[in-house]
């Protein structure tokens, strides 16, 4: 009867869990749960050289998964779920220091952590569509505050709303430094906004408009054919 219980109260867990996302979370939620991730990775990490520990590795390593993996914390390597989710859950415990979660009764909420991560990774649940990948590595550009930013088709993999604000964002961008962009979106490159406009056909220059500024962009329009820069 207490097993039928059990994994009926997993599964009401399951389903509440599943039934949640990111925006449903309060912020105090979302500050706690950062803290319990920072502190098992620490407290494993405290944990490295522990005999338990560097045994449960080892044995996690010798596994080969055959769906995409789990990663095993300090290995550089992965593992099958179910034995990262055991090495990474005895590096969390094994100092017994984990966790400052203050209730009516000791709890440990870090000890489903190693789970959680391991599956997620296992499903790559992590990985960002083509569109939000794209944004990212144009956001690490902007980052670095370059004095010159290069920009290869920006516009690609983006729906119309992401478009609108790309554009504005390089436009605020236009206003402060130099930049060179390729496309073949001319709508979307005279939204930007421009200094020099080249168009190409076949690696020839057909047209050219130009504005007299000394800073903002060139911009080189691909309309026919194929070209490289």
């Known amino acids: 009867m207490g097993v039928y219980v059990l994994k009926d109260l997993a599964w009401r867990i399951a389903e509440y869990v599943y039934s949640k996302s990111f925006k449903d979370l309060s912020s105090q939620a979302i500050e706690e749960a950062k803290k319990r991730i920072l502190d098992s990775l620490a407290v494993s990490l405290g944990a490295l050289e522990a005999f338990p520990y560097r045994v449960s590795r080892e ?3 010798k596994a080969v998964s055959r769906s995409r993996g789990s990663t095993v914390w300090w290995e550089n390597a992965h593992s099958i779920p179910e034995l990262a989710t055991f090495a990474n859950s005895v590096g ?3 100092l017994d220091f984990n966790d400052t979660y203050l209730s009516k009764e000791a709890m440990h909420p870090s000890d489903m952590i190693p789970a959680v991560a391991a599956v997620a990774e296992d ?7 083509a569109g939000r990948a794209h ?9 670095l ?12 993999y983006l729906d119309s709303e992401k478009r609108s604000l790309l554009a504005k964002a390089l436009q605020r961008r236009r206003a402060i430094g ?7 979106d001319l709508e979307m490159a ?3 906004g421009f200094d020099r ?3 190409m056909e076949d690696l020839h220059k057909v047209a050219e408009t130009a504005v007299d500024r000394h800073n903002g962009y060139i911009i080189f329009y691909e309309y026919r054919g194929w070209c490289v820069y």
């Open 59 to 61: 044995l996690a390593l």
């Open 92 to 94: 969390v415990r094994y």
């Open 123 to 129: 499903k790559n649940a992590y990985s960002l569509s």
């Open 135 to 143: 944004l990212v590595s144009i956001a690490r550009g902007f980052v």
């Open 145 to 156: 505050d370059p004095e010159i930013i290069f920009l290869d088709e920006p516009f690609t």
């Open 178 to 184: 130099r930049g060179v962009m390729v496309s073949h």
């Open 190 to 192: 005279r939204a930007v």
């Open 197 to 199: 406009l080249i168009e």
